[in-house]
């Protein structure tokens, strides 16, 4: 299992690393269907699923390192 952190780019957006090496990008944005909520955006690089939608904060590391852990791509 590879150790997930993020790096902070901007207000709402950050760089997703796995084992301090770029896979991705993790944005913020507001929640349309939820008024005052916020949901967030993992998208791995070369990923042919696309993104995936967190809706609850303390599950973004959980979710991200999911999506590397099982990217079609990762050898």
Known sequence: ???VTFERVAEDEARI???NEYVGDLY???DILEDGAVLFIVHL???????V???ERHRV??????RIR???FRS
């Open 45 to 51: 690089e070369d990923d042919p699923r696309g993104f």
């Open 17 to 19: 690393l796995a084992d």
């Open 61 to 66: 590391r959980e979710v991200a390192a999911e």
């Open 28 to 30: 913020r944005h507001r």
């Open 70 to 72: 099982t990217h079609p």
């Open 1 to 3: 299992m590879c150790h």
């Open 53 to 55: 939608r967190v809706h």
